[in-house]
Nanobody, 118 residues
Framework: QVQLVESGGGLVQAGGSLRLSCAAS????????VGWFRQAPGKERELLAG????????YYADSVKGRFTISRDNAKNTVYLLMNSLKPEDTAVYYC???????????WGQGTQVTVSS
């Protein structure tokens, strides 16, 4: 089973940017799809972006399309989420997850808090 650790969250002003990292250990991402989710207080967890590691195909939710970019670094076995033009409504705990497809995730990270101030 792959273990995931997120990092890169923090406090940023509206309009700013953050880059989240999701590092894998135990196994490589080579056969996985990796996704980034977020969950704000009182709201359901939302899939924001996903990437199929082996081919690089990506998916984005409409809510972040054009602002967020998912990418991977093979050498570091790490997936990134670059978030630009952040809004206060992007405030949430962000999680990465891995699984066979972007609809079947079986491994989760512990989450990293992103807070966007107005």
């Amino acid at each position: 089973q792959v273990q995931l650790v997120e990092s890169g969250g923090g406090l940023v002003q509206a309009g700013g940017s953050l880059r989240l990292s999701c590092a894998a250990s135990g196994r490589t991402f080579s056969s996985y799809a990796v996704g980034w989710f977020r969950q704000a207080p009182g709201k359901e967890r939302e899939l924001l972006a996903g990437i199929y590691w082996s081919v690089g195909n990506t998916y984005y939710a409409d809510s972040v399309k054009g602002r967020f970019t998912i990418s991977r670094d093979n050498a570091k076995n790490t997936v990134y989420l670059l978030m630009n033009s952040l809004k206060p409504e992007d405030t949430a705990v962000y999680y990465c997850a891995a699984g066979g497809t972007i609809t079947t995730f079986t491994a989760w990270g512990q989450g990293t808090q992103v807070t966007v101030s107005s």
